[in-house]
């Protein structure tokens, strides 16, 4: 008996080694708050490429321990390792951060000391003329962004709005974008853009505090907030809400993510 399972076992090693020395079709999807369309997907192993679709999913040569690269200008290249695991399944799935380019720190003009008596008499120049000085109306309300102002333009199509296009005292635009999903898209571009903003917020403001009762290892840190950003009531509990209100949010975040994890290692 301790002779066949020692064969069975050999022969299960056997058949796990030559099974993962073999390239396979590895299914996967990219992620991130971002457009995930036409990401460059690498395979130099396997002399493999291919590109995301536009929800983000793609389909590549692989085999154990090959490296597949995934690039775009958006984003920052990010390499993944095919382990045991993508090979048993099969599949994959891929988070991007997005690229920000940081410039050199440069002086222009007098340097200032902090003493604002001294700084005043050590600045040159005059201060801008505001819309205030000239005596004309100005917007002093909060900035929108591309999307928002796109939104905008795109205008919001009402049932009561037909009557005063019929009578041409109205534009057809709100109808037209209604129709082929602009608005929609746009909307949708401008919660994604919310989302956001709001999570690398939270992540700036509170990781390092929550991270210390709630341990995590640091490659996964920026999964776990994307998956904080894509639950329905993200905006509504973290929104204008408490440090204390944000965290109590995160923990149970926190809770389902690790489960999610656990589920998926079984």
Do not use: W
Not at 204 to 220: G, K, Y
Not at 237 to 243: A, G, M, W
């Amino acid at each position: 008996m301790p002779i066949v399972q020692k064969f069975i076992g050999l022969s299960f090693m056997l058949f796990t080694f030559f099974g993962f020395s073999q390239a396979v079709e590895i299914s996967g999807v990219v992620n991130s708050l971002g457009d995930v369309e036409n990401i460059h997907v690498l395979n130099k192993a396997e002399q493999a490429f291919t590109i995301t679709n536009a929800t983000g999913e793609f389909k590549i040569e692989a085999k154990l321990n090959d490296t597949i690269q995934f690039s775009s200008v958006q984003y920052q290249t990010k390499y993944v390792v095919v382990d045991h695991q993508v090979m048993l399944f099969k599949a994959m799935r891929v988070v991007l951060e997005e690229h920000v380019n940081e410039l050199d720190e440069v002086v222009v003009g007098k340097v200032l000391t902090g003493d604002l008596l001294s700084d005043i008499g050590n600045v040159d120049g005059m201060a801008p003329i505001n819309f205030y000085d000239v005596g004309i109306p100005g917007y002093t309300g909060k900035k929108k962004t591309q999307s928002e102002r796109r939104l905008s333009q795109a205008g919001d199509f009402k049932p009561k709005m037909i009557l005063g296009m019929l009578l041409g005292g109205g534009s057809f635009d709100p109808l037209i974008n209604a129709i082929t999903g602009r608005t929609k898209m746009l909307k949708a571009r401008v919660d994604h853009e919310e989302r956001d903003r709001l999570m690398r917020n939270i992540k700036a403001r509170l990781a390092s505090d929550f991270f210390r009762s709630n341990p995590l290892e640091e490659a996964s840190r920026m999964d776990f907030f994307y998956y904080c950003a894509d639950a329905p009531n993200f905006v509504k509990r973290c929104k204008n809400q408490t440090d204390f209100n944000i965290l109590l949010f995160l923990r149970s975040k926190y809770r389902d993510y690790m489960q999610n994890r656990t589920e998926g290692n079984d």
